[in-house]
């Protein structure tokens, strides 16, 4: 590759000038700017917008936002987004004007209108694809690939690099010709058992914080505390188990890394850390810069490791790749952006520094849904086996210091590993009040279509002519038929009984049949005879939500397609079993002869059977037998059909435990020597310690662990009586969405943006937003909604952060996964009380765990936790507001003690809200 002449940054801008001659446009709630190149704008009406946009493509930022205001499927122009994508694949950016440009660090106060400042970004990207971009060769292949299939930018861009360099040969979308590979490590002493002290945890602590930090004596208590998890491991099955709670601003991930850090240290071993959220994810992997500044080391030190379905797999990348001329124009600019980002990606995590908002604007079908989501990976018969990120980070994690994980893969890991001495023994579990929800799923159980289906695939294969030829899409004969000797009569006739059996379960196209009178196979007409007794039992439920139905009394159909099911799922589950044996037979007689990637191979597929067979299809039986008997007293059985904005997603019988942590505990006890639990939310915040603590231990496990547990509590730093204020407005009607909106509109504007509206229904925000969307952005305040956005939930997070004066809408979703430092959230907002939804499953869980007091606890803790995100900081102020007159008094603990709390009227809040913030 060389460079050829360019005299000067005039020439330069000349050259990047002349491919811009097209229009460009910018909306707001209910109207657009639109402006031809040299032209003065002009303002339209959406409706105008959209006629316009259908012949003529435009310059603009975020295609699907503008989709969605002009009520179409999708917009065709030049999204300043998508260029950015390839330009910059793992830069962290906002998907929105101003955020382009903050990550560009161009200045914007010059630039007095939004169509000069879409112009100015799209002009410095062009001109960084000539001064900036690495492997030039790889882009220019990349873009020319997207240009043939219709990428708008892509002439532009092959223009550009043309005129500038000398373009040479490359891999083009094959990148993962150049990705390096990883290699095997010597297997890792086991652990040692060395203790860490109170005090030295304290000293580790300052030494992370440096000699110049702010003293905090309560995150220095806390290190101390957090210590006890390193105990001596003294009895087999009993590990150390700390429960710690720590107010909001104690400084938490810092106290727990400093005793952490110390043991790993001392013992050659590793600490796993899990949380719930992503987000808190990237926070634990930022602060420990502290621990790590030198980023050569900590990339040693440190993994991030998640579940496979969270990274790229290449096999699929790679049959992506051969599909690409007969892809349509939005899957061909996805996969070629998606062939940017794996190019210069950290380690293929598409929860890392994959840009989440991509898959707003291109789909998910050839970006994130190309991970291994169905248990279909072929090890080490894939090609791209020494070089996939899935193996690498794996492989890291064997030899990290600290592992930052999620409940979710700690919790499978632990019920699925058939060799507890490969298991981490010490886990700190961060966002510790979400170990019940972690673990509800883990643990549970789904006889659904689209469970069902999955199985069918992992068996049988692709069964469409598009997909037949690929690799991944093979099914269990072509993964295991070379691993099966000739003369092994058993495993062959096995391997044909499960093939041939398989056919029972649902094939696509499964839901419209049972919608219909021509089901197929015994499962799918369960599914419709029970889907059939849901739908008798809610004749008057709204359509829009999921709706469901107790087994008993059991419809005639239902009875008798469940008895057949059971007979077939019998048979599979036999089969299974028979080769299931035949393998570990093989890995035994043959251990002496076998290759390691053969051996890994048989593991993997024995493994694969083993969970389908023992856990997944026994399960199932186990359910069905039930619909005759009594379900057994640990668990919940019902029938439901699931929705998705008011479509039918799934249908099944479910089952869950009544209390999940109780095989949380039990799976845990059995490999894991120390074991920290921790949130600013564990107890029950009644008023009556003793109580509180019970509530904590039962929701978190901690009474099906064989050793009592150690608890802490540290108080938060923060002054909440004068930070912070809740007002509940006793004068308006919750239930009129106009006097909601109203209210909201007025509190909003009155604290002038950084506000968050919380709900505990989709259908009532819809509403909201609205009515309030115009009057705010007349206020100059932008206003953003989950469920109303073409935006996932992290990018919205994301711009409300980023942008101190927006305000924001959203459900439990917001609130779980928000923490917004500074005054970009100085008002929180909830419609009404968050009571929990009335289910079958949490009617059991309220009369086993106390009746009403359960259903406060629950209230409590949502109010506890969504106003625990308004203070992150000693200078941050906030107002918390309930639009909810019946709020009890008795959930009033839910706030810290001395906050000043107020009945009043919404003229009165509006004016207490001005005069809170200003002062």
């Not at 260029?83 to 106060?109: R, S």
């Not at 060395?194 to 220095?220: C, F, M, S, Y």
């Not at 291109?362 to 279909?376: F, P, Y």
């Not at 035994?588 to 023992?614: C, F, M, P, S, V």
Request: net charge neutral.
């Amino acid at each position: 590759m060389n460079l050829m002449s360019i005299k000067n940054q005039n020439d330069l801008q000349a050259l990047v000038s002349r491919q811009f001659i097209f229009p460009s446009v910018h909306t707001s709630s209910a109207s657009a700017i639109w402006s031809e190149p040299n032209e003065k704008p002009e303002n339209l009406s959406l409706s105008d917008l959209r006629e316009r946009m259908e012949s003529t493509p435009a310059l603009l930022c975020h295609a699907p936002s503008i989709a969605r205001k002009i009520k179409k499927d999708h917009v065709v122009g030049y999204d300043i987004l998508e260029l950015f994508a390839f330009v910059y694949p793992t830069t962290f950016t906002l998907p929105t004007l101003h955020g382009v440009a903050t990550a560009l660090e161009l200045k914007t106060n010059y630039i007095n209108s939004p169509l000069c400042l879409l112009n100015v970004i799209a002009k410095k990207l062009i001109s960084e694809i000539i001064l900036d971009i690495d492997k030039v060769d790889d882009a220019h292949a990349i873009a020319k690939n997207m240009s043939t299939a219709g990428w708008l930018w892509g002439p532009i861009i092959l223009e550009v690099l043309e005129t500038t360099y000398v373009i040479n040969k490359s891999n083009g979308l094959a990148i993962w010709k150049q990705l390096p590979n990883w290699s095997e490590s010597p297997a890792t002493s086991p652990a040692g058992e060395v203790a860490v002290e109170p005090n030295d945890a304290r000293q580790r602590l300052n030494k992370i914080l440096g000699e110049h930090a702010e003293p905090r004596p309560t995150q220095a208590d806390y290190a101390s505390a957090a210590s006890s998890m390193f105990l001596p491991y003294e009895l087999p099955n009993t590990p150390n188990l700390v429960l710690a709670e720590a107010g909001t601003g104690t400084g938490k991930t810092l106290g727990y890394i400093a005793p952490a850090s110390l043991w790993t240290e001392q013992n050659n071993a590793t600490v796993w850390i899990s949380t719930y959220t992503r987000n808190l994810q990237k926070q634990i992997d930022q602060e420990l810069d502290h621990l790590f500044p030198d980023p050569n080391i900590k990339k040693k030190k440190v993994v991030i490791r998640k579940g496979r379905e969270n990274y790229l797999c290449l096999l699929n990348m790679e049959e992506a790749v051969g599909r690409f001329t007969t892809l349509n124009k939005r899957d061909s600019v996805a996969l070629g952006l998606l062939a940017r980002w794996a190019a210069e990606t950290r380690d293929g995590d598409f929860g890392g520094d994959f840009p989440s908002w991509l898959v707003d604007l291109v789909g998910s079908t050839n970006t994130t849904s190309l991970s291994d989501r169905r248990g279909e990976c072929i090890f080490s018969s894939c090609s791209h086996y020494s070089k996939c990120y899935i193996e690498h980070s794996t492989r890291k994690a064997q030899r990290a210091s600290l592992v930052i994980a999620n409940h979710s893969l700690v919790m499978i890991q632990a019920s699925l590993s058939d060799d507890k001495n490969q298991l981490p023994t010490h886990y700190i579990f961060d966002e510790g009040h979400h170990l019940f929800e972690a673990a509800d799923i883990a643990f549970g159980n789904n006889l659904s279509g689209r469970e069902a289906a999955n199985l069918r695939r992992w068996i049988l294969g692709a069964e469409s002519s598009r997909m037949i030829n690929n690799v991944r899409s093979r099914g269990l004969r072509q993964r295991i038929s070379d691993l099966i000797y000739d003369d092994d009569i058993i495993a062959k006739n096995s391997l044909e009984e499960i093939l041939a059996i398989a056919q029972i379960l649902p094939a696509p196209g499964w839901m419209e049949r049972i919608k219909s009178i021509k089901p197929k196979g015994p499962i799918e007409k369960f599914l419709k005879a029970l889907r059939e007794q849901v739908y008798t039992h809610n004749t008057s439920q709204s359509n829009f939500y999921s709706i469901e139905s107790y087994i008993h009394p059991i419809a005639e159909n239902v009875d008798k397609t469940g008895k057949e099911l059971i007979v077939a799922l019998e048979k599979l589950a036999c089969s299974i079993l028979k080769l299931q044996n035949q393998l570990e037979l093989r890995l035994d007689e043959d251990a002496y002869k076998l290759e390691i990637e053969t051996r890994i191979r048989i593991e993997t597929i024995y493994r694969g059977l083993k969970q389908r067979g023992e856990i997944i299809i026994s399960g199932w039986i186990d359910m069905l037998k039930s619909i005759y008997s009594e379900t057994p007293d640990n668990y919940v059985d019902w029938f439901a059909v699931e929705r998705i904005e008011g479509e039918d997603f799934d249908t099944g019988m479910f089952r869950r435990w009544v209390d999940p942590t109780l095989p949380f505990a039990e799976k845990m006890s059995a490999h894991a020597h120390g074991i920290l639990v921790t949130s600013a939310t564990l107890t029950g915040r009644s008023g009556n310690n003793e109580e509180d603590w019970h509530f904590a231990e039962q929701r978190t496990g901690a009474i099906h662990f064989p050793k009592p547990a150690i608890r802490s509590r540290v108080a938060s730093p923060f002054d909440y009586t004068k930070q912070t204020k809740v007002i509940i407005i006793n004068d308006i009607n919750r239930n009129d969405p106009a006097q909601v909106a109203a209210s909201l509109r007025e509190l909003f504007i009155s604290a002038n943006g950084g506000s968050l509206g919380l709900f505990t229904s989709i259908a009532r925000l819809r509403e909201v937003y609205k009515r309030i969307s115009l009057p705010l952005e007349k206020a100059g305040l932008p206003l953003y909604a989950q469920h109303v956005d073409a935006l996932n939930v992290a990018s919205l997070v994301d711009i409300f952060r980023a942008e101190s004066d927006a305000c924001l809408l959203g459900t439990d979703a917001v609130r779980d996964g928000i923490d917004v430092p500074g005054t970009s959230l100085r008002l929180l907002a909830f419609d009404r009380v968050p009571w929990p939804r009335p289910t079958i499953l949490h009617k059991t869980r309220r009369s086993k765990f106390g009746g009403s007091i359960y259903d406060d606890t629950q209230a409590r803790l949502r109010l506890s936790q969504a106003y625990g995100r308004l203070i992150r900081g000693q200078n941050d102020r906030g107002i918390f507001v309930i639009l909810d007159s019946a709020l009890p008094s008795r959930l009033l603990g839910a706030f810290p003690e001395g906050v000043n709390i107020e009945r009043t009227g919404l003229v009165d809040a509006i004016e207490n809200v001005s005069n809170f913030l200003s002062n």
